[in-house]
């Protein structure tokens, strides 16, 4: 069923058990079937997905600590391959790059030509894929495939990737998958799911094609006593999540409450600097580039992303319709937690933490709603 | 908000982001700084494939400069080529201003939901328009004109800065004839303007030929003109769900991906432009939305 997106939530969930070196296979095997394998690493003091060829490149033994405005690597006492949360990548970097060239133009003798460009991207697998980042997977598949329009270069890719999720066995201050119902266990959206244990991991199938890999690997049924370890290890993550958003009626708490003076507020702390937007799995804001050849003959259309913080996003007409930060930060609060829900049918928050993590200034939506719902101060 | 139904067929092309190329074949100038475009696509089956609903626009693209919104500004009935009238503004528009007959550019297209005129049915119909706004407000005129007894009293409230502005005025005869009552204002008078002088909802205002109370108020122009004309109608007994006005943003993509052109909970490329009143009257009152 190559192409077909992983429907994991019909599948019976029988267990399975593979050693670390058995598990350690698993990405030469992908490799040998021709996916570039994109797992955790760590790179500049912080863990993101990039191509891996080896286990080996697995943040092994780190974790990373997070609170508003903050983030650092820090050592674990043991020796744990997934042993972290999220960092300040998101699998849309491989579905939706940064950049990405659509289009060319040739000037030819009978005027101008237009064509799409055949995107060239490799057939990817996703080691480590959180369950808030399956959800997020799922609302950008609403947003580029499930429409009037499909985006080729998305679907090409998505369709392709194979997604191997990891269960949280840790979660971080700045998480909140609970109260957007997207997390911690992953139950849906994956060719395979990994609990990592003491000794190895625990393999949930949730595909043909996944099953195809486990198949490829020694593996045994996992036993009660390994069953009940996976579960108890998932059990802490979700003891350890306390942040919360109350999402009841959100959409209509925010939009009916576009002036309150709240907004003021979180403007004369934020600097507009577009982090949030950058670090979300979910933002899909864009522009697009002409980019010319010296003859002019040739000229590219190039997408990269955006951000409604950029001063300039709002242009129209000579002018800005968003002038300030105010304006700014009420648009990807109430975009992301109200009128996602009327344009995508889904809220467009994962709960992930991210924006909360990597802002520079510590800014945190669940606070800000809730102080807009009148519940603190 | 529900997405619009895209009414109109779009030329084919895989890639929604691709442009397909059409000619210029007519430039009419309008007046001063407003042109009219036609445009023929080159390829025959997105030609004979193309349709597009009063109010709906096109993506028009000039490599090298850009790619911008048009409403179509023609009669729907006819099989083209497609008209698109065109202030010159800043970059892509005044690249535009560089072409002749001839010349080629790529179109996208049509995007968004129309005016509704199914709602014109049995009714009253004014139509406000502000300057440019007449351009997408045309092919409602066009339709209009051909319908017989189906119709109350047909308006058309014309606004512009000066007399020398106001557009398709060449064609208001024609459209009295067919049943128009056309009324103008201008902002600013010359000294052989003898018409009315001040906003356009002056001539709301003052109009006395329609039952409010079941007419259809069709309103495009600057969003302040907009807001007023539709507080306007309201006060004049209009119903706010016989209200339409068709908004305007940034926009880059026109099908809901890039989300520059993002207003309240709508995409105005996707759920837009033409939008009924009463569903978006709270977010008109928002400044910087
Ligand atoms: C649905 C819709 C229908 C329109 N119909 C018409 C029409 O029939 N006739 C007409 O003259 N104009 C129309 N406009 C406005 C027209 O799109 C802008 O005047 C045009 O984009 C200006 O481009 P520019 O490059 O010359 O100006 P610049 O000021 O250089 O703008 C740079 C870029 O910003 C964006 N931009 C700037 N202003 C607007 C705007 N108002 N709307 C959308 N994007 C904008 C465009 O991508 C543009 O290329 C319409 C706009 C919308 C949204
Ligand atoms: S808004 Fe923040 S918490 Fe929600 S999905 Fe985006 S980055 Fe994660
Ligand atoms: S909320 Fe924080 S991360 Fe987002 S733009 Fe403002 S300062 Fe930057
Ligand atoms: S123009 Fe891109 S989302 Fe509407």
Redesign the interface.
């Known amino acids: 069923m190559a192409g077909e997106l992983a429907d994991s939530s019909s599948r019976k969930k029988e267990a399975l058990f593979a050693n670390r070196e058995e598990f350690a296979r698993i990405v030469p095997l992908l490799r040998e079937r021709g996916y570039a394998v994109i797992g955790p690493t760590i790179e500049q003091g912080a863990i993101v997905y990039a191509p891996i060829d080896s286990v080996e490149q697995l943040p092994i033994g780190w974790t990373d600590r997070q609170e508003a405005g903050m983030y650092r690597l820090e050592r674990r006492a043991d020796d744990a391959w997934f042993g972290y949360v999220v960092g300040p990548f998101s699998w849309k970097q491989y579905l939706f790059p940064p950049h990405t060239k659509?289009?060319e133009?040739l000037?030819t003798a009978?005027?101008?030509?237009?064509?799409?460009v055949e995107d060239d991207a490799p057939m990817y697998a996703f080691l480590g894929v959180r369950a808030c980042d399956l959800a997020a997977l799922a609302i950008q598949d609403r947003?580029?495939m499930n429409?009037?329009?499909?985006?080729?270069v998305y679907e090409k890719r998505r369709r392709r990737a194979l997604t191997i999720a990891v269960n949280c066995t840790q979660a971080a201050p700045t998480c909140f998958c609970a109260s957007m119902g997207t997390g911690p266990h992953c139950r849906y959206g994956f060719d395979i799911a990994v609990t990592e244990l003491s000794d190895g991991f625990l393999l949930e199938v949730g595909s043909e094609r996944g099953e195809e890999i486990v198949s490829g690997l020694a593996t045994s049924a996992a036993t009660e006593l390994q069953m009940a370890e996976a579960h108890q290890r998932r059990a802490r993550a979700v003891a350890q999540i306390t942040r919360k958003l109350d999402t009841h009626d959100i959409r209509n708490v925010l939009?009916s409450q576009?002036?309150h003076p709240r907004w003021q507020h979180v403007a004369e702390r934020c600097l507009s600097c577009a982090n949030c937007t950058m670090v979300c799995p979910t933002c899909?804001?864009?522009?697009?580039e002409?980019v010319?050849d010296l003859a002019?003959t040739r000229?590219e259309?190039h997408?990269s992303w955006?951000s409604?913080f950029n001063w300039n996003?709002?242009?129209?007409?000579?002018g800005i319709?968003?002038?300030?930060i105010?304006?700014r930060y009420?648009?990807w609060l109430t975009?992301k937690l109200?009128?996602w829900i009327?344009?995508f049918g889904v809220s467009g928050c994962v709960g992930c933490g991210r924006c909360i993590t990597w802002c520079p200034v510590g800014i945190d939506l669940t606070e800000e709603v809730a102080v807009i719902r009148g519940e603190a101060t | 908000?529900s997405?619009a139904a895209?009414a109109g067929v779009r030329p084919d092309s895989?890639?929604?982001?691709?442009?397909?190329?059409a000619?210029i074949v007519r430039i009419d100038q309008e007046v001063p700084g407003v042109a009219t475009y036609y445009l023929e696509l080159?390829d025959e089956k997105a030609r004979s494939d193309y349709r597009f609903q009063p109010g709906q626009f096109n993506m028009l693209?000039l490599?090298?400069?850009?790619?911008i919104a048009i409403s179509v500004s023609g009669d729907p009935a006819a099989a083209g080529p497609y008209a698109h009238t065109i202030r010159r503004?800043?970059n892509v528009t005044g690249s535009l201003w560089q072409l002749k007959v001839g010349?080629?550019?790529?179109i996208r297209g049509p995007f968004g939901s129309g005016w509704p005129l199914g709602e014109c049915q049995g009714r009253d119909v004014v139509l406000v328009a502000g300057g440019i706004g007449l351009a997408p407000l045309r092919p409602v005129i066009y339709s209009l004109s051909k319908w017989e007894n189906e119709l109350g009293r047909r308006v058309l409230l014309c606004g512009a800065r000066s007399p020398e502005t106001l557009l398709y005025h060449s064609q208001y005869l024609q459209w009295i004839e067919a049943g128009w009552q056309v009324e103008t204002t201008v902002d600013r008078a010359s000294p052989d303007w003898n018409g009315h002088v001040g906003a356009v909802t002056l001539l709301l205002e003052r109009l006395r030929s329609v039952d409010a109370s079941r007419a259809v108020l069709f309103c495009c122009g600057p969003e302040v003109m907009m807001k007023f004309s539709a507080m306007v109608a309201l006060r004049r007994g209009w119903s706010a769900d016989r209200i339409w006005i068709s908004m305007?943003?940034?926009m880059?993509?026109a099908?809901?991906?890039?989300?520059?052109c993002?207003w309240?909970?709508?995409?105005i490329c996707?759920d837009g432009p033409v939008f009924r009143y009463d569903r978006i009257a709270?977010f008109l009152d928002?400044?910087?939305?």
């Open positions: 659509m289009s133009s000037l009978e005027g101008w030509e237009f064509r799409a947003v580029f429409g009037p329009y499909v985006d080729p939009l576009l002036e899909f804001c864009c522009s697009v002409e010319a002019e000229v259309r997408r955006d409604c996003f709002s242009y129209m007409n000579g319709v968003r002038q300030d105010r304006a009420r648009q975009h109200a009128s009327d344009q | 908000m997405t895209c895989a890639h929604p982001w691709v442009a397909t190329p000619t080159c693209y490599p090298g400069a850009g790619e503004a800043g010349d080629k550019l790529g305007e943003r940034n880059q993509c099908v809901g991906w890039c989300g520059h993002q309240g909970p709508a995409f996707r709270p928002v400044p910087g939305l």
